[in-house]
């Protein structure tokens, strides 16, 4: 069956950065593209970006389009996404998903990112 | 103040009927794009409810159901159960942006 697992919950401080992992299983990995999902606490989703597992490309939201990097590795079946200059608003939980076309079918567990001084 | 606009809540008693609207604009939902739909149970990740502004993935029931016209789009949720009580969001993709968006999410209430 498609899993997602993700990495545990990170506290960093205003300003550092954060990589979160997503590793996958049970499907072929480079046939799917990889979303990032992020929700504030009692907040709605917010996209983040999309990196193709494929080739690598990505497309990333304007608003994090300075801040973030997403990245594969087909070897591990592994995505991560890395997000810099924390701020107390990237407060939240962020989510990696399976990508099919214009969707996402399977979610990650979710990590916890919270930043505080 | 999400692209996608949906009602903050709704609520309805079991066995009732309820629909969740989702509203764009010419440039998403008005346009070529598909909607989307994801159930958010309490505490947990998000699941793929509808795809493809009407389609269920297997293992959803068929109470759910997804419709588009125009610039909108709206969830219906027959045979209302206790478990259903959840936050629902529309999520589609606007040109003007180049990005997926989210509606601002609607919570479900059984009463």
């Known amino acids: 069956q498609v899993q997602l697992v993700q990495s545990g919950a990170e506290v960093k401080k205003p300003g550092a950065s954060v990589k979160v992992s997503c590793k996958a299983s049970?499907?072929?990995?480079?046939?799917?593209?990889i979303s990032w999902v992020r929700q504030a606490p009692g907040q709605g989703l917010e996209w983040m970006g999309w990196i193709s597992a494929y080739n690598g490309n990505t497309n990333y939201a304007q608003k994090f389009q300075d801040r973030v990097t997403m990245t594969t590795d087909t070897s591990t079946s592994t995505a991560y996404m890395e997000l810099r200059s924390l701020r107390s608003d990237d407060t939240a939980v962020y989510y990696c998903?399976?990508?099919?076309?214009?969707?996402?079918?399977?979610w990650g567990q979710g990590t916890l990112v919270t930043v505080s001084s | 103040q999400s692209v996608l606009t949906q009602p903050p809540s709704v609520s309805g008693a079991p066995g009732q009927r309820v629909t969740v609207s989702c509203t764009g604009s010419?440039?998403?939902?008005?346009?070529?794009?598909?909607v989307h739909w994801y159930q958010q149970l309490p505490g947990r990740a998000p699941k793929l409810l509808i795809y493809?502004?009407?389609n269920r993935p297997s293992g959803v029931p068929d109470r759910f159901s997804g419709s588009k016209s125009g610039t909108s789009a709206s969830l219906a949720i027959t045979g209302l159960q206790a478990e259903d009580e959840a936050d629902y969001y529309c999520q589609s993709y606007d040109s003007s942006l180049s990005a997926w968006v989210f509606g601002g999410g609607t919570k479900l209430t059984v009463l």
């Open positions: 998903a399976r990508q099919d076309q214009q969707w996402v079918d399977y």
């Open positions: 049970g499907y072929t990995f480079t046939s799917f593209g």
């Open positions: 493809v502004n009407s």
């Open positions: 010419s440039s998403n939902i008005g346009s070529v794009y598909d």
